[in-house]
């Protein structure tokens, strides 16, 4: 088993190893624990891992051995007196509506403006700020300074539809502001494990855009629906998962799994887990050239 003062843990972006040199490199270090840890979206990562190499997996996945997500937010105990919202307005003085910044041009950049074009035509007002093409270019700071004084909604639409795969975008942007998000993503249960109740729209709620606009067009009318979607905040904070020392931990726990994967290419973008995920995965990888040691497949 690998201690954390041994050089040491791999810690693997796998797209760059074939088959036989993952193998050579499991048989040259055998005594390690290999360890998959990725926070990038699974549509645009392929692994190319051959078998029985990764022991655990370190990633945004809820079902992983060790779970990394972006943000975690954890309510306060029942003992701790929340801080009431009733008395506040939270659409005080913002006259815009919804706003959208895109930081990829290679990505959704598409996906993202034909929301933002579907929500306009039902007068929905939305602003688009990137660095894509003609939009309004702004730093980071002032946008983000802008969204908590000027704006009621948010669009944080993830550059791909994948389990558990909910960035900075939402939490960040989103959350951690004083604005409501409207999410395009991953499924409602997914957000639902790392967000406050009633702290999101979600696009999947919807039969349409025009059902939506039509939603946002009554929150932007009544400060008091409006509200409602905030008063989780003083109810709980987000929290450090600190990754690190639980896997530490778990180096030195004696009784921590001892596992290996056979196809994971498969559990990580195989079929259902991205909605239009490009290549088809295979189910099946060729039987390995050499013989390895048994271990629990998964």
Partial sequence: RAVCLRPLI???????????????????????????????????????????????????????????????????????????????????????????????????????????????????????????????????????????????????IENSNCIDYVTEKFFVYGLQHNVLPVVMGARREDYNRFAPERSYLHVDDYESPVHLAEHLRQLDANDDLYNEYFQWKGAGEFIDTKFFCRLCAMLHDDGAPTKSY???????????????????IPTQLPAPPLAVNDREEQ
Avoid at 262 to 280: A, K, S
């Fill in 10 to 156: 791999y810690c693997l972006y796998t797209l760059w190893y074939g088959y036989l040199f993952s193998l050579f490199l499991k048989l040259l270090y055998a005594p390690q624990i290999w360890i998959l840890f990725i926070n990038k979206s699974a549509y645009y990562t392929d692994l190319n891992v051959g078998y029985d190499l990764i022991n655990w997996t370190a990633t945004y996945r809820h079902d992983s051995d060790i779970v990394t997500p972006f943000q975690r937010w954890a309510y306060y105990d029942p003992s701790v007196t929340q801080i009431e919202q009733f008395n506040r307005n939270y659409a005080r003085n913002k006259t815009k509506q919804m706003s959208i910044i895109i930081t990829d041009c290679n990505t959704n950049f598409d996906k993202e403006l034909f929301y933002a074009r579907e929500l306009s035509k039902y007068n929905i007002s939305v602003d688009v700020y990137s660095e894509c093409g003609e939009f309004k270019n702004i730093e980071s700071d002032t946008f983000l300074q802008m969204l908590d004084q000027n704006y009621k909604f948010y669009m944080a």
């Fill in 262 to 280: 056979r196809n994971l290419n498969l559990w990580w973008r195989g079929p259902g887990v991205c909605v239009d995920r490009g290549p088809e």
